[in-house]
């Protein structure tokens, strides 16, 4: 039993070194203490030699004071922010046989801690937001998803909801045995098909499901900036890849303004009218590119704490050449890309964009050739702005600014340099 004293000890010092603010004091659930380690979960000799199912519960156990060389989870975070492309990043995840893919979960945080928080920008708000945010993401990545409950409204009874923000977008909530309705005979379930045809979730084999994976990722659009992720980034406990997806602001732009209707509707009129509305919420454009320029700052100038847990993506990039790009992701990743993962790939980029237009968040309709095509639905005065607004961060990223309205029209003039940026190691 000495491995246990020892762990106990151990977990006990990793759980005081990290910080656990605003949310002790929010959420009615107390904070989750790690189960007490027996000698089968130490990696002792004479434990199981099989996959160890134990991996990874309560994300306590994944500790890096215990061998799992041979079976260390991967806990990517996908780090975007709405319309930057990140469906398609997190398919490239979700297709994986060996990934437990979850959706934005932080959705569920925000509804029920700050309903109002896209309109206040209230640093209070958001370091309670932010606190809740890494204390969930590290009990989900631990497989822990009754944490998750204490978030979703109205509270699951029974370990059961139907109301788990975009469940159709995760594979292995889709299929068996978390849901009986497709077989492996039914390929890839289009998300409304599994909210329709899968019974409510069971919160226990959703757990257990990503239990027998090997990996989790998690895609997330709440956070602002890589900079309020140290803590989770440092855990540990935890072993976190990040892939950072950024996308030419004025892309993001476009593709909200068609997205969002309402929110976005004075940018349609202005559009429409040729006119800027005197009560534009300018906010709309200037935080995404604060937020980038911040982020992308940090990651590049390359902190201790982002060693070898940090690959800046531009959306671009990947949709001009997926199975490349996704391969160099697979490759910073530490995993291997498997058959899954390809077919997707080459099921979805190429030419099929009437299958797309189905799905607000589809995948499908953003990928490839119409990376650009922004540029042919914006008015050179609104670009004109944006990129007066977002000049800095356009620079760093690589996107050229246009100089006239013939040279925005005109597709065979790229506004994407050539620009490499080499995962941080
Ligand atoms: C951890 O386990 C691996 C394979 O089981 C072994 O090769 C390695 O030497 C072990 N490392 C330590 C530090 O015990
Ligand atoms: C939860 O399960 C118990 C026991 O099976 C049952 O009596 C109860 O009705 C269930 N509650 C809901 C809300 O389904
Ligand atoms: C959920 O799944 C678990 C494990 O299979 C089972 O024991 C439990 O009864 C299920 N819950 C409900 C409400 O069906
Ligand atoms: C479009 O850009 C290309 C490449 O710079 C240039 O050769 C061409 O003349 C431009 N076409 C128009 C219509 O301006």
Redo the contacts with the bound molecule.
């Keep these: 039993m000495q491995c246990s004293w020892k762990a106990v000890l151990l977990l006990a010092l990793a759980s005081v070194a990290i910080q656990y603010t605003a949310i002790r004091t929010l959420t009615s659930k107390p904070f989750q203490l790690c189960p007490m380690p027996s000698p089968q979960n130490c990696g002792l000799p004479g434990g199981p030699e099989t996959e160890p199912p134990f991996e990874g519960r309560g994300g306590c156990d994944d500790s890096p004071y215990f061998n799992f060389s041979a079976s260390r989870k991967t806990h990517i975070l996908v780090l975007a922010t709405t319309r930057s492309g990140s469906s398609f990043v997190g398919q490239l995840l979700n297709q994986h046989s060996d990934v437990f893919y979850l959706f934005e979960p932080l959705y569920h945080v925000q509804t029920t801690l700050i309903p109002r928080l896209s309109h206040s920008r209230n640093a209070a708000d958001r370091r309670v937001m932010l606190g809740a945010s890494r204390d969930l993401l590290r009990s989900l990545y631990g497989c822990d998803l009754y944490f998750l409950e204490s978030y979703i409204k109205p509270p699951p009874a029974n370990h059961t909801t139907d109301k788990l923000f975009r469940r159709g977008a995760s594979r292995a909530l889709c299929s068996q045995p978390v849901c009986d309705a497709f077989g492996p005979a039914d390929g890839n379930v289009e998300e409304g098909d599994c909210v329709k045809k899968c019974a409510a979730l069971n919160m226990s084999l959703a757990a257990d499901a990503c239990r027998e994976k090997r990996h989790v990722a998690i895609k997330i659009v709440r956070v602002p900036e890589i900079g309020d992720l140290r803590a989770l980034v440092e855990d540990p406990r935890l072993n976190i890849k990040v892939i950072q997806l950024v996308r030419d602001p004025r892309g993001i732009l476009s593709s909200r303004i068609e997205t969002f209707r309402d929110t976005y509707r004075l940018w349609r009129i202005w559009r429409a009218t040729g006119r800027r509305p005197y009560n534009l919420d300018l906010s709309q454009l200037t935080v995404v590119c604060e937020d980038f320029l911040s982020s992308v700052s940090t990651g590049l100038s390359h902190p201790h704490w982002l060693k070898g847990k940090y690959m800046l993506v531009r959306y671009e990039d990947l949709a001009r050449n997926p199975l490349l790009k996704t391969k160099e992701i697979y490759q910073y990743l530490g995993l291997p890309m498997d058959k899954n993962v390809e077919e997707w790939i080459r099921a979805n980029t190429r030419g099929s964009t009437e299958l797309s237009a189905k799905h607000k968040y589809g995948t499908v309709r953003d990928s490839a050739a119409n990376a650009e095509s922004w540029r042919l639905k914006l008015s050179y005065d609104m670009v004109e702005y944006t990129q007066t607004t977002c000049h800095k961060v356009l620079r760093q990223l690589g996107y050229n600014a246009v100089k006239s309205a013939?040279?925005l029209k005109?597709m065979?003039?790229s506004l994407v340099q050539d620009k490499t940026f080499v995962p941080f190691s």
């Design positions: 013939e040279d005109n065979s003039l």
